[in-house]
């Protein structure tokens, strides 16, 4: 999903010859979202990202976007009791159908 958001590479997979995106291409200044919920993170959040988007987004596939939107790079740069934004799900799944739809 969050390849959606990259215009492709140069560089292609040997296996099938297909581009991989290129993820300088994200255009994250124009990512907004009306209404995303503060979520202040704990230790074990910290420690489990992966769980924290399972169950809030029922995915993962967001949590790469999610990070970059709140300008976090690793999550060696978190502490505990830091708020991040959670867009709502609707929001993200309508803006990727939308970089989908335009897309082909």
Known sequence: MRYLLMKPSHQVADSNN???PDVLTM??????????????LTHQDIL???????????RMDYMDIVL???NIGHRSELSAGDKILLPRKEELDSMLLKRKQNAT
Do not use: G
């Open 68 to 70: 970059i939107y709140n």
């Open 18 to 20: 297909e581009p991989y």
């Open 27 to 40: 255009d994250m200044e124009n990512l907004y979202f009306s209404d995303p919920l503060q979520y202040e």
């Open 48 to 58: 489990r990202l992966d769980l924290l988007f399972l169950s809030y987004y029922r």
